[in-house]
């Protein structure tokens, strides 16, 4: 049973820097992609980064682009978005979500963030930037 579990949102100030993880779990092979994505409250979940963990490829939206980092440990399971240089803007509730394994769409330069590629899902972590 796969199952994804975030962990690490808080409230913090803007400028601020936060540490995102999410474990993987019920994998029995590699090959898939793993996204953060978020949701602000009246606006739509719009995906933020993405690790293909084939090759350990990393894709980003332009609103974070040079302030978040997406990595992983594959000994542990567990993906990370670093997210420095915190804007109000940041604020939602972040959701891990990954793909069927052999199936890195991610991988071949396609819509990174769409949703329906990302079979599974955490339950989120919120985090809170304020000025």
């Known amino acids: 049973q796969i199952q994804l579990r975030e962990s690490g949102g808080e409230s913090v100030q803007a400028g601020g820097s936060l540490r995102l993880s999410c474990v993987v779990s019920?994998?029995?092979?590699?090959?898939?992609?793993v996204g953060w994505f978020r949701q602000s409250p009246g606006k739509e979940r719009e995906g933020v980064a993405v690790?293909?963990?084939?090759?350990?490829?990393?894709f980003y939206a332009d609103s974070v682009k040079g302030r978040f980092a997406i990595s992983q440990d594959s000994a542990i399971n567990t993906v990370y978005l670093q997210m420095n240089s915190l804007k109000p803007e940041d604020s939602g509730l972040y959701y891990c979500?990954?793909?069927?394994?052999?199936?890195?769409?991610?991988?071949?330069?396609?819509?990174?963030?769409?949703?329906?590629?990302?079979?599974?899902w955490g339950q989120g972590t919120q985090v809170t930037v304020s000025s």
């Open positions: 690790l293909y963990d084939g090759a350990g490829s990393t």
């Open positions: 979500a990954s793909t069927s394994a052999g199936r890195p769409f991610c991988a071949y330069g396609l819509n990174q963030f769409e949703e329906s590629e990302y079979g599974f």
């Open positions: 019920g994998y029995t092979s590699r090959s898939k992609c």
